[in-house]
């Protein structure tokens, strides 16, 4: 009797220190802290920076693989950001766009880029425009992405798509009449393909003084570890830029997840 309660206390205490553990992701490029996944919670930059320890191991991503691993420092707050810290990471990334500490594999399943220029594509987003009150605008699309997301064996699309002032990126402090950056999600809802929003800024007329976002797919991982597909979008406006995760398990894109530098 004391040996299976024995082993059973341990069972116990193994499953908690597994919990506890901090799942931290970070932006190689600028070795940002974008926050981390732990209790089943997701936390902040700076809640994350509370718990990250000096060598933490993050498997460093690509796009479509992983590219290697590099080792975290301890967590300081961005000189430019108080509220987004940074971790420095050894050695210097140099193609990888994402990285986890993660003992699952985060890429089960690999994304893959498709052409921009497919017709039914096109008309899918103009249609979109059109329901957001932008039926004469350009459609531009910047990427279009293909991944089976919840690995059910049907793969649905990502596809982004920005016109700001005639350009695919966004670097002004106005938006002009029909200008737009969004990503959307194409996938079979009950039967039938449905055009959803991930995140975008739509203006039917000009205004001034806004600072637009630019919004581009970054990467397609499995964040918390569960088999499905996380989709992470990196923002850009005049002076600054973040990243916002997005988990698709429920009827509607929802973000966990979101950290960001103004200058």
């Not at 309660?5 to 919990?19: E, I, P, R």
């Not at 990888?96 to 690999?110: D, F, Q």
């Not at 039926?135 to 992405?145: E, L």
Request: proline share 5%.
């Amino acid at each position: 009797m004391l040996l299976v309660f024995g082993v059973a206390a341990f069972a116990v205490q193994f499953a908690d220190a597994a919990t506890d553990e901090l799942h931290a992701i970070v932006l190689p490029e600028t070795e940002y802290l974008i926050g981390a996944r732990a209790d089943g919670k997701w936390l902040n930059s700076q809640q994350a920076a509370r718990r990250l320890t000096a060598g933490t191991t993050f498997r460093l991503f690509s796009f479509t693989e992983e590219v290697g691993r590099a080792t975290g420092g301890k967590a300081s707050s961005s000189d430019y950001c108080p509220e987004t810290y940074v971790t420095e990471l050894s050695p210097k990334p140099k193609q990888a766009v994402i990285g986890i500490a993660a003992p699952w594999n985060p890429m089960p399943r690999k994304p893959r880029d498709a052409a921009t220029t497919q017709p039914v594509y096109i008309e899918a987003v103009a249609e979109f425009l059109a329901s957001r009150g932008l039926a004469g605008a350009q459609v531009k699309i910047t990427r279009i992405v293909r991944v089976d997301l919840d690995g059910d064996g049907e793969e649905e699309v990502l596809i982004s798509a920005t016109n700001y002032n005639g350009n695919t990126q966004a670097g002004t402090l106005d938006a002009a009449s029909n200008d737009y950056s969004c990503v959307l999600l194409r996938r079979v809802v009950g039967g039938k393909v449905n055009t959803q929003l991930v995140a975008g800024e739509f203006y039917p007329k000009a205004k001034g003084g806004v600072a637009p976002y630019d919004y581009r797919i970054l990467s397609v991982l499995d964040v918390d570890g569960d088999g499905k597909l996380e989709v992470l979008l990196q923002t850009a406006y005049y002076e600054g830029s973040g990243v916002t995760i997005y988990t698709l398990q429920g009827a509607k894109p929802k973000d966990v997840l979101t950290t960001h530098c103004s200058l």
